[in-house]
């Protein structure tokens, strides 16, 4: 059974950085794709970043140069690295693993096959 599991949300201040994990467990496939999404109540969950198998990685336009994705084969750990947040960044958070896609089709939510439960991301201006 797949598992993904994220922890590292919190509240900051705008300008703060905060780094969100995802520890996935029962995952084995070797083509894949696994990112993070985020959504506002009443908004669609958007893609934010995603790496695959190839180690490609995508990010929305709104995030680039400010978030950086990784991931720990060993600790079978995704990361999501977030600087220079602002109040805009607020939502909740989501892993996400898809079993065949790769490249910027991972940034769509149809594309992932196995969700996290969120953790949530607070920005203060």
């Not at 590292?8 to 070797?30: M, N, P």
């Not at 929305?60 to 060993?74: C, E, L, M, P, T």
Request: glycine share 12%; aromatic share 12%; proline share 1%.
């Amino acid at each position: 059974q797949v598992q993904l599991v994220e922890s590292g949300g919190g509240s900051v201040q705008a300008g703060g950085s905060l780094r969100l994990s995802c520890t996935t467990s029962g995952y084995h496939h070797s083509t894949y794709c696994m990112g993070w999404f985020r959504q506002v109540t009443g908004k669609e969950r958007e893609g934010v970043a995603t790496l695959d198998s190839d180690g490609r990685t995508e990010y929305a336009n709104s995030v680039k140069g400010r978030f950086s994705i990784s991931q720990d084969n060993v600790k079978n750990t995704l990361y999501l690295q977030m600087n220079s947040l602002n109040p805009e960044d607020s939502a909740m958070y989501y892993c996400a693993a898809s079993a065949g896609y790769k490249g910027a089709w991972c940034l769509r939510s149809y594309a992932m096959d196995y969700w996290g439960k969120g953790t949530l991301v607070t920005i203060s201006s």
